[in-house]
Structure formats: structure tokens, C-alpha cells
Nanobody
Framework: VQLQASGGGLVQVGDSLRLSCVAS????????MGWFRQAPGKEREFVAA????????SFGDSVKGRFTISRDNVRKRVYLQLNSLKLEDTAIYYC?????????????????WGRGTLVTVSS
């Protein structure tokens, strides 16, 4: 599975942005999908994850209530809606796919990774 994230850009505090991740190769309908981010000088951080059938989602504490995750298995896409953006949301955002069952927050639990997309939030 190849993953490609897009939709990043330069926005201001309080703005919204929608990131997309498109998969190519194998279908993703059986995979849990996740979003992670990495800010300069920091470790990669869990942002959100969604189960194969969208029944279950999970969010990192820093984005709960502001970000939502969704997916379209037919189009092989996963979305991350970023609302009420803060300066500290500035990072490169990556999407990832997990073959095994269950949602996990650790990046080591994911098998496929895409190139990230940069989100920069300015004041």
C-alpha cells in the first residue's frame, strides 16, 4: 500500500484545514488508518485513528474536540479535519495504515506510511 497525504498549508490561528490521504495499491477497507504528526525537534505524535468500518475513532489528547477523522473505503481515502487550529498544531502530518486489528496510538503499530504534508499555523 502506498499512501500520500495532502492538503497542508499555511493557515492562521483559529482556521480550519482538511487533510487527505489517498492509498494506492491494495484496498484499505480492512486496515485501521491513523494520522500522526511531527513538529521540529519533537517526537512523532499520535493524532487520530479510525477503524476499518469507521465504527471506532481515537484521538490524541491535544486534538480532542478539535479534529475529526473519517474515511471513504471505496475511494481509498482517509481525511483529517483540523478545526480551531493552534500554533502548536504546526507539524508535518503523516497518514499510516495498520494491518492488524484494533486501534493503536503507537507509531510502531502501523505498517505503511506515506509522505507527510506540512501544516503551518501562524498568529
Amino acid at each position: 500500500v502506498q499512501l500520500q497525504a495532502s492538503g497542508g498549508g499555511l493557515v492562521q490561528v483559529g482556521d480550519s484545514l482538511r487533510l487527505s490521504c489517498v492509498a494506492s495499491g491494495r484496498p484499505i477497507m480492512s486496515y485501521s488508518m491513523g494520522w500522526f504528526r511531527q513538529a521540529p525537534g519533537k517526537e512523532r505524535e499520535f493524532v487520530a485513528a479510525i477503524s476499518p468500518g469507521s465504527q471506532t475513532t481515537s484521538f490524541g489528547d491535544s486534538v480532542k474536540g478539535r479534529f475529526t477523522i473519517s474515511r471513504d473505503n471505496v475511494r481509498k481515502r482517509v481525511y483529517l479535519q483540523l478545526n480551531s487550529l493552534k500554533l502548536e498544531d504546526t507539524a508535518i502530518y503523516y497518514c499510516a495504515a495498520r494491518i492488524a486489528r484494533g486501534l493503536v496510538l503507537n507509531s510502531t503499530g502501523y505498517d505503511y506510511w506515506g509522505r507527510g504534508t506540512l501544516v503551518t499555523v501562524s498568529s
